[in-house]
């Protein structure tokens, strides 16, 4: 199923590796290590013009790492994709 992240983009719910708290979880070393290796070796995409409040870590059936950055909260994002995703 195709789930909306925020600003007109749609992602796979199959992509989709983990969803992440952008404010709890950015305070951490390893995610702080994570977020900037992630910057040279993933492809990010920035789906918010605002505070970003999560992160989602996808991969899709080609291979390629994705990085979204919303400003959707997690709570938000897990309600559209129980709600949503098969």
């Given at each position: 199923m ?5 600003n007109?983009?749609?992602?796979k ?20 290590d ?7 070796n ?5 789906v918010?013009?605002s505070?970003?409040k ?17 400003n ?6 897990k ?6 995703a098969?």
């Open positions: 195709i789930v909306h992240i925020g007109e983009v749609s992602i719910s199959s992509d989709v590796i983990g969803i992440f708290d952008m404010e709890n979880t950015s305070t951490g070393s390893i995610t702080k994570f977020l900037s290796h992630a910057d040279g993933f492809k990010v995409i920035n918010s013009y505070m970003p999560s992160f989602i870590l996808c991969q899709n059936s080609n291979g390629d790492r994705l990085l979204y950055i919303t959707v909260s997690v709570n938000t994002l309600n559209r994709f129980n709600t949503y098969v």
